[in-house]
């Protein structure tokens, strides 16, 4: 066992420092030695440093039985099982062992973080990284897994795909030192899949899709099947490889009816109704759009929702139906202020909108001030350029070359180097 990580943590979080805790018993210096597994001390020196941190010296949690209720309760988390999940973590969190113990904590702080995703509190769960983040000199590699994939989770939900894939490339190199089960495995798979798709890496994510749903298809888990064929769709359909794409979406449609998985059903009419845009089905793809956000009502979360509600504005104003694109905005206004998340980013695109449609004068300034340094603060490259384009045309119009240039210059560069962007995302 490594006393020392064990010493360390305990210090730390109950505020001592190294003079507090060796006082009487040995030198700080020595203390730092013990704590950085520079020196294996005697039995009765680390009994006498366990004593003064309320300590058990002779317990061990690695095979504990309460580690095995961590893994249940983190299996339900992975699976999406909500209510045994929070059953679960109430039961752990009373156990005095779990808060308690060094081995025990650490694993209980990482799938929390999980946990706290699922339940979509994104900046409770930043802030439970941010802590355990301070002990990660404590950790052994199996710690070290499930930090860097609790990071990168934590990265997706903030937006920020590039350093999620990163953070789960690191989850991956640290899986090759411990043993993983199946579904961890495939979990991994898919969670790499699924960030290198939000980070327009294509064919990682393609690559990691097919390795999640071989994984998947051996353990017959049609729901999650489906969402790695959901993933190919996507990436299929950037490669404008729309056969290969619909065929994906059409095997996610004969799971989803037989399993009666209606969010799994919203978001495959949602991608359909993005290719149908693609090729100029403008009818197909808002009729896809509408059946999308039918299922995904009560089911799917608030970004996922007014996605659907985004697309029908931006369909509707592209092909010119100016008073139906008026009802979708109506309809998103009325849909955000039901909702206590944060619907900022959702407010920008149908202020934009509304100002178009209106012909406000003030337009091009709101673009230019407001919306694109959003977007680009957000690395929502797909908005970033739509909004440049836009600004460019309406600058154009009155008559200010030099900065419409710039905004279109701008566009193309991002067009070059994302080349594959476009459509909704997960």
Known sequence: MEYGKVLRFHRVKQGLTQNQLADGIISPAYLSKIENDQTVPAFEVLEHLYERLGLDFHDS???HPSKERLKEWYEMIVFKRKEEARELKEELKHQKDTLNNHHLYIFFELFRIRHLLLENEVEEAYEAWK??????????EEMEYYFHLSSGLVSYYRGDFEDSYLKLMEAKNYSASISLEGWEESDLYYLLALSASQANNISASIFNADQALTIYQQQYNLVKSADCHILLGINYGRLKNYGKALENYHLVSKIATQTQDNYQLGLVYHNI??????RGNFEAALMNYQKSLSYKTGRASVHEIFEAIYCLVFETYKIGRLDDCKKWISEGQTYLDSTTRDTSTARIHLNIYTMLINKDVTTAQYLENV?????????????VIRYCMIVSDLLEAERSYKKSSRYLRLAIDLLNKYSNLGGMLL
Request: no cysteine.
């Open 61 to 63: 949690s690695y095979h």
């Open 131 to 140: 802590n355990i983040r301070q002990h990660e000199d404590t950790f052994d």
């Open 273 to 278: 109704g993005v290719i149908e845009s693609r």
């Open 371 to 383: 919306a694109i340094p959003h977007f680009q603060e957000k690395k929502q490259h797909r908005f």
